[in-house]
């Protein structure tokens, strides 16, 4: 058994374009002109260096995402809408109405219609302060 490769300064552009595009490895490679086989890309993927750097940069970068300020509730219906229209175009309708849905969801249109709020638009305060009122006895409870 042969000892482990070290990570090469293109290894570590190319986990940041795979992450970044979602491309193989080989398309990385390529993108970057780097002259490598399939062989030496397979035996490169399975290196547990390298799938440990794929994996710790790909949730860096998912991290980075979610703590964009700019990502909020309209981003992601944004989106949705954007997969649902490519979804559409593609001729798969069923998904495609599915994708809607759940931007609907997202955006509060639709949720569940069998909950009946028996509190209506009491807050929390007023809940604490009814409560009070029945503990002390000023308030007598209504009996049938």
């Known amino acids: 058994m042969g000892r482990p490769m070290k990570l090469e300064d293109w290894h570590l552009e190319a986990i940041q374009l795979m992450v970044r595009t979602g491309c193989s ?6 993108e970057l002109a780097i002259p490598v086989t ?3 890309c397979n035996l490169v993927l399975r290196r547990a260096s390298f799938v440990r750097l794929l994996w710790s940069t790909r ?8 703590s964009d300020p700019n990502f909020k509730k309209d981003t992601l219906v944004g989106k949705f809408l954007s997969l649902a229209q490519k979804l559409e175009e593609e001729g798969q309708h ?4 599915e994708v809607l849905f759940k931007a ?3 955006m509060g249109w639709v949720g569940p219609e069998s909950t009946v709020s028996v509190f209506g638009e009491l807050s929390q305060r007023d809940l604490d302060a009814i409560r009070e009122k029945v503990k002390s006895g000023s308030v007598q409870p209504k009996v049938n």
Request: proline letters at 0%; hydrophobic letters at 45%; glycine letters at 0%.
């Open 25 to 30: 490895l080989k398309q990385a490679a390529t």
């Open 104 to 106: 609907a969801k997202a």
């Open 59 to 66: 949730h860096q970068y998912f991290a980075e995402l979610a």
């Open 94 to 97: 069923d998904k495609a109405a």
């Open 38 to 40: 399939n062989e030496e």
